[in-house]
């Protein structure tokens, strides 16, 4: 009777570990783990308006970043 229960778990078990598993390996190629800074950005702001404000200057930051990186291409093309 206990080998029997035993034996019962045993098998249940490793059916739902084996379906987790699945579960887990899909949402990583889904991407579901993909956005990283999501829940950094919720902490750090409260409102939606400081969210897009963030978005914004995320924004602004990476364009001039860009607009040096070409400003110094154009003049070593130049030269």
Not at 29 to 53: A, E, H, I
């Amino acid at each position: 009777m206990i080998n029997e229960t035993l034996f019962m778990m045993l098998i249940v078990g490793l059916i739902i570990s084996f379906g987790l598993l699945l579960l887990f390996i899909w949402a990583a190629k889904s991407g579901q783990f993909d956005d990283s800074n999501k829940m950094v950005d919720g902490l750090l702001f409260d409102s939606t308006d400081d969210l897009n404000d963030a978005i914004n200057k995320e924004t602004k930051l990476k364009e001039a970043k860009e607009a040096k990186i070409n400003k110094e291409k154009k003049a070593s093309l130049e030269n």
